[in-house]
């Protein structure tokens, strides 16, 4: 069975930094990208990172690039996001998920459906 258990969430106040770590139990995902959504409260889930199998190739939302990085290490099954100079307006509920493809096609990082699985997502709330 197939578990992704996200850690590192917390209270931290803005310009903080907190690093995120996605364990993945139950396969190997070395052949997967894997990536780091959030949901705002009253907002829609969005994709905020995330990187090819072998970690060579990554993506950032525009609104994280500069202040984020996703890592993985596939000897230990894991994908991290290391959060720096945090905003409050960063605050969301934090889930990382397992793409279907090695590399996503072009253009279709974004694109949820193409992620087979779901961790339960970690709270991360910065205050001003």
């Known amino acids: 069975q197939v578990r992704l258990v996200e850690s590192g969430g917390g209270l931290v106040q803005a310009g903080g930094s907190l690093r995120l770590s996605c364990a993945a139990s139950g396969r190997t995902f070395s052949r997967n990208a894997m990536g780091w959504f959030r949901q705002a409260p009253g907002k829609e889930r969005e994709l905020v990172a995330a990187i090819n199998g072998n970690g060579g190739l990554t993506y950032y939302a525009d609104s994280v690039k500069g202040r984020f990085t996703i890592s993985r290490d596939n000897a230990k099954n894991t994908v991290y996001l290391q959060m720096n100079s945090l905003k409050p307006e960063d605050t969301a509920i934090f889930y990382c998920?397992?793409?279907?493809?090695?590399?996503?096609?072009?253009?279709?990082?974004?694109?949820?459906?193409?992620?087979?699985?779901w961790g339960q997502g970690t709270q991360v709330t910065v205050s001003s």
């Open positions: 998920a397992v793409h279907k493809y090695y590399i996503p096609s072009y253009g279709t990082w974004e694109r949820q459906g193409d992620y087979d699985y």
